[in-house]
Each structure stands twice: as structure tokens, then as C-alpha cells.
């Protein structure tokens, strides 16, 4: 029988202020705003999951899983010194996208426990973060084991009743992966290996109240 274990916590613990599972309302570039793309980033005491679902896109076709954005790893709080903000870095552990050429960093600024804006360590962006109601009771990061004490490859993620449930690929990026590129770039100059790049899963789900 399948069983579930503690992922390895990170030696400095996420802050509280920090737990429970954070919708993004706004995302502001040079591009433009963006307020339709469904956001969640679910943050533990030391591990992070986060799914992004832009307007309009079917996940369950290929066109649209190679649009998701999704990834999870440890989060790592740096403190503000001298009144400046605090650092938010997501080391990340699997990325549905190709490797980032930048560090994932923002700096943080809560306007009220409930609403947190992040602005570019290494980029030009704002995002608001507002807490969803109900995400800041117990929190977890398990990966599942099977009956011989193998790692499946199942991760869970849990804060208060909400559970983003992940499921990597198994297979590995093309060896002539370009700078920057995206999944839905890399699938059409690889076609054949379509199905095996977007063989993976990512759940966003809530327990009633």
C-alpha cells in the first residue's frame, strides 16, 4: 500500500505571515495588466506549489497544458534590513516550463496581513497577493511512497483546506534546450516528444467549509 512522508524541511522555517494559499489580482509589466489568469500560490512552512492558468486555456488539451504555468520547491525568506523590504526567493524543484535563465525573487510588502505586493528583484513587475479565507490552518508537504518505499513522483501540498496536488513528467528536457525558451516553443520543435513534455498534472482543490 502507498504511503505519504514529510518532503525535507528547509533550516530556516517561512514566517508566518507568509503561510496559506495567496491569489494573485494583478500583475503589472511593461507588457501591460493582467487580471484574468488564475493564480494561486500555496506556500507551507518551508515548501511552495504555485499554478497559473491563463484566460481562456483548456488544461486538458495539449495547446493549453503547454500554456500552464506551475512549479514547486523551497521558499526562502531573506529580512528587510533598515527598514527595506523583505526578499522572497523560490528556489524551484520542478517547473512545468523550461529553466529560467533569472532567479524567481520579489520584494515584499504587506499592505495588511491579508494582502501582500510583490515588485522584481530581477525583473520589472508588480504582482497583489491577497490571502484566500480559510488557508491558514495546518499546512503540509508530503511526496508519496509505494509499497516498496519508492517515491512515485506525487507531491501534495496543503494550507487550511485548500491541496495543490503535483505530478512531474518523467521525462527530460531535450538536450538542445535554448535560453529561456517556453514549453509550448520546445513542443513544437520536438513534436514527437509532445506527449512524454506534457505528461504531467497540477490540482488546485478546496474542502468545503
Same mark, same amino acid.
Given at each position: ?39 494561486? @500560490? !500555496? ?21 493549453? #497544458? ?5 512549479? %514547486? ?14 526578499? %522572497?526567493? @523560490?528556489? #524551484? ?5 523550461? &529553466? ?14 491579508? %494582502? ?12 497583489? @497577493?491577497? #490571502?484566500? &479565507?480559510?488557508?491558514?490552518?495546518? %499546512? ?13 513522483? !506525487?507531491? /501534495? ?12 513528467? #518523467?521525462?527530460? @528536457? ?14 513544437? /520543435? ?20
Amino acid at each position: 500500500m502507498n504511503h505519504w512522508i514529510d518532503l525535507p524541511a528547509p533550516d530556516e522555517p517561512v514566517p508566518d505571515a507568509y503561510r496559506g494559499v495567496w491569489q494573485r489580482t494583478l500583475l503589472e509589466t511593461p507588457e501591460g495588466r493582467d487580471t484574468t489568469t488564475r493564480v494561486h @500560490w !500555496l506556500q507551507t512552512g518551508g515548501w511552495h506549489a504555485d499554478l497559473r492558468v491563463p484566460a481562456g486555456v483548456d488544461p486538458a488539451t495539449p495547446e493549453g #497544458r503547454a500554456q500552464l504555468q506551475g512549479f %514547486c520547491g523551497l521558499t526562502r525568506i531573506t529580512p528587510g534590513a533598515s527598514g527595506q523590504p523583505d526578499v %522572497c526567493t @523560490w528556489h #524551484r524543484r520542478w517547473d512545468v516550463q523550461p &529553466p529560467r535563465s533569472t532567479p524567481d525573487a520579489g520584494y515584499m510588502v504587506f499592505e495588511t496581513s491579508e %494582502c501582500v505586493i510583490e515588485t522584481g528583484v530581477h525583473g520589472r513587475y508588480l504582482e497583489v @497577493w491577497e #490571502r484566500l &479565507p480559510g488557508s491558514t490552518g495546518p %499546512c503540509a508537504a508530503v511526496a508519496e511512497l509505494d509499497a516498496e518505499g519508492q517515491a512515485t513522483g !506525487l507531491m /501534495r501540498f496543503t494550507a487550511g483546506r485548500y491541496t495543490l496536488t503535483v505530478r512531474p513528467r #518523467r521525462a527530460t @528536457w531535450p538536450a538542445d534546450l535554448r535560453p529561456d525558451e517556453t514549453l509550448a516553443e520546445l513542443v513544437q /520543435r520536438h513534436p514527437a516528444e509532445a506527449g512524454a513534455l506534457l505528461d504531467f498534472e497540477l490540482v488546485f482543490s478546496e474542502t468545503p467549509a
